[in-house]
Nanobody, 121 residues
Framework: QVQLVESGGGLVQAGGSLRLSCIASGTIFSINNMAWYRQAPGKQREFVAIITSGGATNYADSVKGRFTISRDNAKNTVYLQMNSLKPEDTAIYYC???????????????WGQGTQVTVSS
């Protein structure tokens, strides 16, 4: 069984910063990509950022230059540093991990429960 637990969300004023963390635990053989997604009220879940096991990153255009994704492979943890936050960044942020639970299993996606980020104007 695998669990992803996010933390670090909260209420911040526009222009402020937050750092999200997500720890993967349980029966994990290897983790491939780790990513962050978000879902604003009334909208579909959207991609925010992704990082491979080797450290390559990619970002949604809306967050480029403001957000930074990183990971600590030894701790099975992914981070999202969010700077210059805007009201439109308000959403529930979800952690995603593409991982294997055993030598003979295939990679599959796991999701955290989400953490709320609210940016006031």
């Amino acid at each position: 069984q695998v669990q992803l637990v996010e933390s670090g969300g909260g209420l911040v004023q526009a222009g402020g910063s937050l750092r999200l963390s997500c720890i993967a635990s349980g029966t994990i053989f290897s983790i491939n990509n780790m990513a962050w997604y978000r879902q604003a009220p009334g909208k579909q879940r959207e991609f925010v950022a992704i990082i491979t096991s080797g450290g390559a990153t990619n970002y949604a255009d809306s967050v480029k230059g403001r957000f930074t994704i990183s990971r600590d492979n030894a701790k099975n943890t992914v981070y999202l540093q969010m700077n210059s936050l805007k009201p439109e960044d308000t959403a529930i942020y979800y952690c995603n991990a593409h991982l294997r639970t055993g030598w003979t299993t295939s990679n599959r996606d796991y999701w955290g429960q989400g953490t709320q980020v609210t940016v006031s104007s």
